[in-house]
């Protein structure tokens, strides 16, 4: 007897329908999103303890560590210091970005909700044993 989606008898059509509609609810959830960055040089990245930390002060050590790692690139304290600004860099960049819904009316907001909600429903429906 052929077996349906997950080796269950649950039915490879809900499977097939549930995914088409997980993928186009969150596709246009996603695409509803607006990223705007709040970064630039003199920004401050993060703080500590009350101290704020800018791009600038980030960028320092991170110069200092790759001009150590070009004269010598076995010295640990240089790759240390060149990979830790660069992670603390990168962790600034995303830690101030600001995220919001696109403007929509409330039918788009539903339609979208209803997609990948109902669709997250008939995929798992779909992996359930109906032989029982």
């Given at each position: 007897?052929?077996?349906?989606?997950?080796?269950?008898?649950?039915?490879?059509?809900?499977?097939?329908?549930?995914?088409?509609?997980?993928?186009?609810?969150?596709?246009?959830?996603?695409?509803?999103?607006?990223?705007?960055?709040?970064?630039?040089?003199?920004?401050?990245?993060?703080?500590?303890?009350?101290?704020?930390?800018?791009?600038?002060?980030?960028l320092i050590p991170f110069m200092f560590g790759v001009g150590m790692v070009f004269y010598n690139?076995?010295?640990?304290?240089?790759?240390?210091?060149?990979?830790?600004?660069?992670?603390?860099?990168i962790f600034g960049v995303i830690v101030n970005m600001t995220i919001q819904m696109a403007r929509m009316s409330g039918f788009d907001l539903i339609v979208i909700l209803v997609l990948l909600v109902g669709g997250i429903g008939l995929f798992l429906r779909s992996l359930r044993d109906f032989s029982r």
């Open positions: 007897m052929a077996r349906g989606a997950g080796g269950n008898d649950g039915g490879t059509m809900s499977f097939v329908l549930g995914l088409a509609m997980m993928i186009g609810g969150g596709y246009l959830l996603l695409n509803g999103i607006v990223v705007r960055p709040n970064f630039g040089m003199g920004a401050r990245v993060f703080g500590i303890g009350g101290v704020a930390i800018t791009s600038g002060m980030v690139a076995h010295n640990w304290f240089g790759w240390i210091l060149a990979l830790g600004s660069l992670l603390a860099l």
